[in-house]
C-alpha cells in the first residue's frame, strides 16, 4: 500500500504564529515517531507513540511542541508561538514493531 | 543517552570503485543499526539494517559490518553506480527496551562520479 503521507510539504510562518503537521502512518503500524532535521544534519528524535500512547517525548524541544495521535492512526505535531530556529525539516515514521522505521518525505518548516 | 558519530562526512569515488562509511557509537545497550539513504529533497530510505546478534550482513552491492566490542559498524558500497550518489546516514537504538529512538549520524555525503 501507500507509504508514509505528510502534509502540508512545505510550511511557511511568520514568527509567532501556530502550526500543525500531519502525519498518516503506513496503515496497520502500531508505532509513530516524530524526527526533527536541521539542514546539513540528520535526523533528531522529538517523540514516540505506540497506537495513542505517547510513550516517549524526551526529544520536544520545549513546551510550545506538542504531539498526539487520538485514535491511534494519524498524528499531528503543533508547534505553537514558531520562531526562526523551529526552521527544519520534521519527519514522520511509522513501524509495524517499533524497531524497523519508515519515514514520511517531511514537512519542510520556514519560520520568517 | 546515545551518541553516533559518522565519517567521513564527504566521499567522492568512481563509478565502480568501492564506497566505505564507518559510525561509531556509545550505548553498549544498542542493539539495532539501520542505514538510511536520503536524495535531495526526500525520504530517508532504509537501505540494509543489523542487529547486534549478527556480525555481517550483505545485500547485493551493500554490505553492513559490526564489530559490538569496539562499538562500530561500517556500510560498504562494490560497484559504485552515479545512482548511489545521496546522503547516506546510519543510526542506533535499544530496540525492544520499550525506547525505539534512532540516534543518528550525522551523514556522509556520497558523490559517485562517472
Known amino acids: 500500500g501507500a507509504g508514509v503521507s505528510q502534509s502540508p510539504r512545505y510550511k511557511v510562518a511568520k514568527r509567532g504564529q501556530d502550526v500543525a503537521l500531519r502525519c498518516d502512518p503506513i496503515s496497520g503500524h502500531v508505532s509513530l515517531f516524530w524526527y526533527q532535521q536541521a539542514l546539513g544534519q540528520g535526523p533528531e528524535f522529538l517523540t514516540y507513540f505506540q497506537n495513542e500512547a505517547q510513550l516517549d517525548k524526551s526529544g520536544l524541544p520545549s513546551d510550545r511542541f506538542f504531539a498526539e495521535r487520538p485514535e491511534g492512526s494519524v498524528s499531528t505535531l503543533k508547534i505553537q508561538r514558531t520562531q526562526q530556529e523551529d526552521s527544519a525539516v520534521y519527519l514522520c515514521a511509522s513501524s509495524p514493531s517499533g524497531s524497523i522505521q519508515y519515514f514520511g518525505a517531511g514537512t519542510r518548516l520556514s519560520v520568517l | 543517552g546515545e551518541n553516533v558519530e559518522q565519517h567521513p562526512s564527504t566521499l567522492s569515488v568512481q563509478e565502480g570503485d568501492s564506497a566505505v562509511i564507518k559510525c561509531t557509537y556509545s550505548?553498549?545497550?544498542?542493539?539495532?543499526f539501520p542505514w538510511y539513504k536520503q536524495e535531495l529533497g526526500k525520504r530517508p530510505q532504509l537501505i540494509i539494517d543489523i542487529r547486534s546478534n549478527v556480525g555481517e550482513k550483505k545485500d547485493q552491492r551493500i554490505a553492513v559490518t559490526l564489530n559490538k566490542t569496539a562499538k562500530h559498524f561500517s556500510l560498504h558500497i562494490t560497484e559504485t553506480q552515479p545512482e548511489d550518489s545521496a546522503v547516506y546516514f546510519c543510526a542506533a537504538s535499544r530496540s525492544g527496551a520499550g525506547s525505539y529512538q534512532l540516534t543518528f549520524g550525522k551523514g556522509t555525503k556520497l558523490s559517485v562520479i562517472p
Open positions: 550505548d553498549s545497550a544498542s542493539n539495532y
